[in-house]
């Protein structure tokens, strides 16, 4: 991937040869910033023009999910009551270990597409709800190892794809060609449609960050292995598109950093840090740096990642909406109307966890009746990447 020095503009390797400059719109649903490119001009007349903004502005709420299930051989139960109970719509499973290429309807009206080579290894497949059976426009089967569907939903376009690393002991082409097919897939998908990636990459960073200090964090558990090294060296690696590097970073690297700050009342000082680290690491993946002066939008825009702290509000409602929705008597949602005896401390007061959520609805525009129904608070404290 390059990179071109020049104030304002970063190639975007999705449109090839075409500079974009990335502008954030905060006002349109189901995204939380919608990225436009400055430099071409707009076709068609005022009627055209409107309906391709009212398409940007849809929503669409689903609940997509990845698993391993080892062989599905005898679980198409199990599965389907997993999914139904967890109310999950779209399901991207590996090492199915079925042989063929064909779409089989499992338990409860859920239907299976998959794809495989051998009975005894890999495979992989994508599981739909019964009403996405008749959505589905294209479906791509690479290989054993990487899948993908193409399915329009209420007029949005989505790309779901599953894929299956190749795991401890495999032979290092294999390794590189799994890799190459899912850049490939990543890049045939056309700009303005959604794409979500459900994989098991079989890899662990393992502890510590020596090395990798711009993309990884300190805290992990046991030794890195070479599918981990792997994992962190796409976000390294110039022969990656800024597109895939920008959808491993949100499937590996950002819910760590997510990970239990829905329920922390975060002080804007903390906020910004965060930012400045998730930053650092786009920079650092991108391969550039603070001397290029290539503003934090354009960075966002290349990558089409979010604000992280966008993210956290989000998370941060979506948990309080959780707990709004529980009897009156649950302990989690007593706790959050406790007032605590005395008088506060001298200086300034720390920031309680209900001044951060009322601070977040606020923004959002809505309220706590409003948690109550479950859908409507989802599209609500809806902020999606670009």
Same mark, same amino acid.
């Given at each position: ?52 903004e ?20 005898g ?18 499973v ?94 045939s ?67 760590a ?26 920079r ?21 990642? %979010? @604000?992280?702290?966008?993210? !956290?509000?989000?998370?941060?409602? *979506?948990w309080? &909406?959780?707990?709004? #929705? /529980?009897?009156?008597v649950?302990? %989690? @949602?007593?706790?959050?109307? !406790?007032?605590?005896?005395?008088? *506060?401390?001298? &200086?300034?007061p720390? #920031? /309680? ?6 601070e977040?609805?606020?923004? !959002? ?12 608070? /989802? ?8």
């Amino acid at each position: 991937m390059r990179i071109v020095s020049t104030l304002n503009f970063i190639p975007d390797r999705s449109r090839p040869w075409l500079t974009m400059t990335a502008i954030g719109a905060g006002d349109l649903q189901g995204a939380g910033v919608n990225w436009a490119t400055v430099g071409r001009r707009c076709r068609g007349g005022r009627k055209v023009r409107r309906q391709r903004e009212k398409r940007k502005g849809k929503s669409v709420g689903l609940r997509i999910g990845t698993l391993n299930v080892g062989t599905m051989t005898g679980k198409g139960r199990e599965l389907a009551d997993m999914m139904a109970r967890r109310k999950v719509d779209i399901l991207c499973v590996q090492e199915t270990r079925w042989k063929g290429s064909k779409a089989h309807s499992i338990e409860a009206g859920f239907k299976l597409f998959y794809y495989g080579v051998d009975s005894k290894r890999n495979g992989v497949g994508v599981v739909l709800k019964k009403e996405f059976g008749r959505n589905v426009l294209e479906v791509k089967r690479v290989s054993d190892r990487v899948m993908s569907l193409k399915l329009e939903i209420e007029g949005v376009m989505l790309n779901v794809v599953s894929g299956y690393a190749p795991h401890v002991g495999c032979e290092l082409e294999e390794k590189e060609r799994f890799w190459s097919e899912l850049d490939e897939v990543i890049e045939s998908i056309p700009t303005g449609e959604r794409v979500v990636i459900g994989a098991d990459f079989n890899g662990h960073v393992g502890e510590g960050n020596t090395g990798d200090e711009e993309v990884m964090g300190k805290f992990g558990v046991k030794e890195r292995n070479l599918e981990g090294q792997m994992v962190s060296g796409v976000l390294c690696d110039r022969k990656i598109s800024a597109r895939i590097k920008g959808k491993v970073y949100k499937t590996v690297v950002r819910p760590a950093m997510l990970y239990g700050l829905e329920t922390v009342a975060l002080r804007k000082r903390q906020e910004s840090e965060l930012e400045v680290a998730e930053l650092k690491m786009l920079r650092f993946s991108l391969g550039v740096t603070k001397l290029d002066r290539i503003r934090n939008e354009y960075i966002r825009g290349t990558a089409h990642v %979010g @604000r992280l702290g966008d993210k !956290v509000r989000e998370a941060r409602l *979506r948990w309080f &909406g959780h707990v709004q #929705r /529980r009897d009156s008597v649950y302990i %989690g @949602r007593r706790m959050l109307d !406790v007032e605590l005896p005395g008088r *506060r401390q001298r &200086g300034r007061p720390k #920031r /309680r966890y209900m001044e951060v959520i009322n601070e977040d609805m606020k923004l !959002v525009g809505a309220g706590v009746e409003d948690a109550e129904d479950r859908d409507r608070w /989802r599209v609500m404290i809806r902020c999606g990447d670009p």
